[in-house]
């Protein structure tokens, strides 16, 4: 029988990796200007950030909301007036 305090440490584990993963392929699409792909990756990984139920989730959520707004920001002065 499994030990259900593990449970929660190892789905926490799970969510991080699955949120950092999703982060560095969008940091990966950003980097080849594929700037709606990295958006669109960076939203599903704050979403799945936002369920990790810790203070972690605080640093991975801020730092993808970091990153997202870097995205945006290099969008917005490549389009000039578009």
Known sequence: MSNTNNVEPLRIRQLRAIAENLRSLA?????????????????????????????????????IRTEQQVAHNIHSGNNGGR
Do not use: F, K, T
Request: charged fraction near 20%.
């Open 27 to 63: 940091n990966l699409h950003r980097e080849n200007h594929n700037y709606v792909i990295a958006d669109a990756l960076y939203v599903r990984s704050l979403s799945v950030a936002e369920q990790i139920h810790s203070s972690e989730n605080d640093v991975v959520g801020s730092r």
